[in-house]
């Protein structure tokens, strides 16, 4: 079982439609998660963290958490085709080292 | 904007040869990380810090080294480079309380 579990898509879905990514992840100490977000060719950017459970939102994006089924989610509303990218979820592993993993990612498509 | 620095962007380089991938912040955080990633494909963990004179190896097996002498600086090597070293390599570094911040990774080209 991978540590960070992803569906690596594609998601297709229209412009101006809600796209719902999902992450779960193996280790269940982990406290930190993040939702990073990668065009062709260029580095991640970090687009939400997340610390705590239920939801917390920013502009168009939500991020929720339920550590009890260890599950992530990235709520995206309003979809414009700029959003168009891989979004990979990332999971700050439990022992103090900092380990941290990322899924595989998922590719979102946004049709004009 | 992230402080990180990774040299070179690009390299090619012949079979045989010994190549050191640089990467420094300037943010003074504690944890570094390497990962590889080859084009359109997810990222693989290579190795990690958590401070200085500390690291550990990642999950995916590679055949290259690093180093954490400084806080700044986390240099990764390959002593023998080949074919299937091909790819990019990404450096992050974060704190107990912020995200990871990336660099622009170095394309790495073996022939």
């Known amino acids: 079982q991978k540590e960070v579990e992803q569906n690596s898509g594609p998601l297709s879905v229209p412009e101006g439609a809600i796209a719902s990514l999902n992450c779960t992840y193996s280790d269940r100490g982990s406290q930190s998660f993040f939702w990073y977000r990668q065009y062709s060719g260029k580095s991640p950017e970090l687009i939400m963290s997340i610390y705590s459970n239920g939801d917390k939102e920013d502009g168009r994006f939500t991020a929720q958490l339920n550590k009890a089924s260890q599950y992530v989610s990235l709520l995206i509303r309003d979809s414009q085709p700029s959003d168009s990218a891989t979004y990979l979820c990332?999971?700050?592993?439990?022992?103090?080292?900092?380990?941290?993993?990322f899924g595989q990612g998922t590719t979102l498509q946004v049709k004009p | 904007e992230a402080d990180i620095y990774q040299t070179p962007r690009y390299l090619v380089i012949g079979t045989g040869k010994k190549i050191t991938l640089e990467c420094s912040q300037t943010m003074g955080h504690d944890k570094m990380y390497w990962y590889q990633q080859d084009p359109g494909m997810e990222l693989h963990l290579i190795h990690y810090s958590y401070g200085v004179n500390s690291t550990e190896k990642g999950d995916l097996s590679s055949e290259s080294t690093v180093s954490r002498i400084r806080t700044e600086h986390f240099p990764l090597t390959l002593e023998s480079a080949r074919p299937s070293h091909t790819s990019q390599y990404l450096c992050?570094?974060?704190?107990?309380?912020?995200?990871?911040?990336f660099g622009q990774g170095t394309r790495l080209t073996v022939v």
């Open positions: 992050a570094s974060k704190n107990p309380n912020t995200e990871a911040f």
């Open positions: 990332a999971v700050l592993g439990s022992s103090n080292t900092g380990k941290l993993i």
